[in-house]
C-alpha cells in the first residue's frame, strides 16, 4: 500500500500534466460515447415505440411505451396505469414487455459509458506504470 501511494505521489511530482491530459481525453471519450449512446437509445426507442403501436397494434400511446427506456416500470406507473393519462396496461403482455425491454436496455445504456470510463482510467495508469520502468 505503502508503494503504490508512494509511486501516485512521484507521478504527482513528475507527470501531473500529462496525466491530466489523457483523463481529460478520457473523460471526453467518455462524454461523447455516452451522448451517443443516449441519442440512439433515444431516437430506437422512439421508432420501435410507434411501430409497435402501428405494426402490432398495442392499445398503449406510443409515447408511455418508452416509459421503460426512463426506467419506469409497472409498479412506478401504477397498477392500473402506464402514467397520467390512464391508459390501461392493455389486455394482452405486450405494454409489460415493452416497459420491460425498455428497462434493460436503459441499464445497458447507463453501464456502457461507466466502463468505458474505467478501462480508459485503468489504460492511462497502465500506461504511466510502464513509462515509469
Do not use: E, H, K
Not at 57 to 81: H, W
Not at 90 to 103: D, R
Not at 122 to 130: A, E, G, K
Amino acid at each position: 500500500m505503502i508503494v503504490i501511494v508512494r509511486q501516485l505521489v512521484t507521478w504527482i511530482r513528475q507527470r501531473l500534466a500529462t496525466i491530466a491530459l489523457l483523463m481529460a481525453a478520457v473523460s471526453l471519450l467518455t462524454g461523447a460515447v455516452g451522448a451517443l449512446v443516449t441519442f440512439a437509445v433515444m431516437a430506437g426507442g422512439r421508432v420501435v415505440s410507434f411501430l409497435g403501436v402501428a405494426v402490432v397494434g398495442v392499445d398503449v400511446p406510443a409515447q408511455q411505451l418508452m416509459a421503460g427506456l426512463f426506467g419506469y416500470g409497472l409498479r412506478s406507473l401504477g397498477a392500473r396505469s402506464l402514467g397520467a393519462a390512464g391508459a390501461a396496461t392493455g389486455s394482452t403482455g405486450y405494454a409489460a414487455a415493452a416497459l420491460v425491454g425498455g428497462g434493460v436496455v436503459f441499464a445497458l445504456a447507463l453501464v456502457l459509458p461507466g466502463l468505458m470510463y474505467l478501462r480508459g482510467t485503468c489504460s492511462v495508469y497502465l500506461v504511466m506504470r510502464s513509462s515509469a520502468n
